[in-house]
């Protein structure tokens, strides 16, 4: 992923495009495992040793209010990131407690012809989260 699409990302919600959210975007965009505020401090601090752990809280925070990237809560009740806002479902290893994404467009068309069907007249669907719990093959 290049400076110039991640730049575009972040101005493009209406941020300032800066150092310090051009290296916290990056590192959450890399990482594979939806990772919570205090693993991305952990990923980024040896190369930008003056962020803060509270200004990666703060970052993702605007990042997740201007609709840059997508925050939940996990099974242990702890808060993960993922950069990726689009619909997909997740994988979860009940051992690890990796979460990882799962893209199938198939079962997104069935997901969005089964909720066009519904009669949810005072009710308006924003988005559909599946989890798909198991344990990694060995």
């Known amino acids: 992923m290049t400076t110039e699409f991640i730049k575009n990302k972040i101005t493009n919600s209406g941020l300032k495009f800066t150092h310090q959210r051009w290296v916290i975007y ?10 919570t ?5 952990e990923i980024i601090k040896l190369a930008n ?13 605007s990042f997740v209010q201007n609709g840059l990237i997508q925050k939940f809560m996990d099974q242990n009740g ?7 806002i689009d619909a997909h479902s997740h994988l979860y290893c ?17 997901l969005q012809n089964f909720i066009s069907k519904q009669r949810l ?3 308006e669907i924003e988005d559909v989260s599946i989890v798909f719990k198991g344990r ?3």
């Open 121 to 123: 007249n005072d009710f």
């Open 78 to 84: 702890v808060m993960r990131f993922d950069a990726i």
């Open 94 to 110: 009940k051992e690890t407690h990796e979460i990882r994404d799962f893209r199938n467009e198939e079962l997104e068309k069935m």
């Open 26 to 35: 990056d590192a959450l965009y890399q990482a594979d495992s939806h990772p």
């Open 49 to 61: 040793p003056s962020l803060s752990l509270g200004t990666v809280y703060k970052t993702l925070d």
């Open 37 to 41: 505020a205090d693993q991305v401090f």
């Open 136 to 138: 990694k093959k060995q």
